[in-house]
């Protein structure tokens, strides 16, 4: 069965300064992974996806993931966060055994101070 | 591209009544929809999958015949949850897949409701 593990309940970080977020999953075959922000009251936006290939995906808004197939870890990351980067992220794994329903993680806040 | 909505976005109702939410892909056409909740402070749920032109699959838990899914097109499914009480309170978000990309699900922004 999948399952997705975020570390970090909530990170706090000052701006400008750089951040990892956690993310690890379980699954016994190939996956695809997803971040997803998630601002208040609001719906998710997807940030980056890996299905296959390189193991660095670029995502907008200037986040970055890399896929670790051995630590089954896909952390994301950002070298200078700003104040509208305060949100949740979810990290979430999907299969196509499973007809690609995604599993999510508990979410990370991230909240960024001046 | 990709863009998925909901309407109404907020809705309050009296318990007891039925409210109905709707779900649209506005530019790509969607083979798949899937329905979430979210509890304050949780991730999201499945509660079912909503393949158009056939009956929805509901996950473990979910009381198909409390919350109605019709997927009667390509770009829309409606979630109606009937007979609701205050413990149906909740967000709900639904996520449609693209045909040609059946790897990603895009989310529309979410529905909260609140049953009195």
């Known amino acids: 069965a999948q399952s997705v593990t975020q570390l970090d309940s909530q990170v706090p970080v000052f701006e400008e300064a750089p951040v990892e977020l956690r993310c690890n999953y379980s699954s016994s075959v190939s996956v695809y992974l997803f971040w997803y922000v998630q601002y208040p009251n609001q719906g998710l936006q997807l940030l980056l996806k890996y299905l296959s290939g390189s193991t660095l995906v670029k995502g907008i808004n200037g986040f970055e993931a890399e896929f670790n197939k051995s630590q089954t870890s896909f952390h994301l990351r950002k070298p200078s966060v700003h104040i509208s980067d305060t949100a949740e992220y979810f990290c979430a794994v999907s299969e196509w055994e499973y007809g690609n329903k995604l599993v999510f993680g508990a979410g990370t806040i991230l909240r960024v101070k001046s | 591209g990709a863009v998925v909505s909901q309407h109404p976005s907020r809705v309050i109702c009296k318990s007891g009544t039925s409210v109905k939410i709707e779900c649209r892909s506005l530019d790509f056409q969607a083979t798949t929809m899937f329905w979430y909740r979210q509890f304050p402070k949780q991730s999201l749920m499945l509660m079912a999958t909503s393949n158009e032109g056939s009956k929805a699959t509901y996950e473990q838990g979910v009381e198909k015949d409390k919350f109605l899914i019709n997927h009667a097109s390509l770009t829309l499914s409606t979630l109606t949850v009937t007979s609701a009480h205050p413990e149906d309170s909740s967000f709900y978000i639904c996520?449609?897949?693209?045909?040609?990309?059946?790897?990603?699900?895009?989310f529309g922004p979410g529905t909260r409701l609140l049953v009195l």
């Open positions: 996520s449609a897949r693209d045909f040609k990309g059946l790897e990603t699900q895009y």
